[in-house]
């Protein structure tokens, strides 16, 4: 189970993994001129969100409910934020590559189809989301309740048996 002192430490982590994923999204733009530095830093903010939603499974895993199995229930409750890891996912790679394609060999020149700025901004309409969602999912995981057999996980397990 996941003790407080261990929920802290891995909740800090996620908070530093969202802290470095808008980093990059608010910064990355500047470094337009040296292209390897931004290759490097699209590939650890997409590395960075791939480990941040290994990170939510595992403390999907880790709860009360999951180990009770009533992953339904789990499902149910964050499917939204999973949805968004997956969404925000796909949309950063996709635009990496699509940014990467167009400007590795023209650093220095604007370059922005209707498509890519289209993706660009759906894309960071998608972080927005992915960030509220991620960050209450983490937040709601610390709630004693789902590491621990209470009368409301008695009520679920009896409404979906009965």
């Known amino acids: 189970m996941l003790q407080p002192g261990n929920y802290s430490l891995v909740l800090s982590l996620q908070f530093l993994l969202l802290f470095f994923d808008l980093f990059v999204n608010s910064f990355s733009e500047l470094l337009r001129s040296a292209p390897v530095i931004q290759l490097v830093l699209f590939i650890l903010q997409d590395v960075g969100t791939l480990f941040a939603a290994i990170v939510l499974f595992l403390m999907l895993f880790n709860t009360f409910v999951f180990q009770a199995g009533l992953l339904n229930l789990l499902c149910q409750r964050f499917q939204v934020t999973v949805l968004m890891c997956a969404l925000y996912l796909a949309l950063s790679v996709s635009l990496h590559v699509w940014i990467m394609n167009l400007r ?5 020149t604007f370059i922005w189809s209707d498509g890519l700025q289209a993706l660009y ?7 927005v989301l992915y960030f509220y969602f991620y960050k209450r999912t983490a937040l709601i995981l610390g709630d004693p309740r789902f590491y621990r057999d209470s009368l409301w996980l008695r009520k679920e397990f009896a409404r979906i048996r009965g």
């Not at 901004?121 to 972080?127: D, E, H, I, K, T």
């Open 104 to 108: 590795w060999k023209n650093e220095n």
């Open 121 to 127: 901004v759906l894309q960071r309409f998608a972080a």
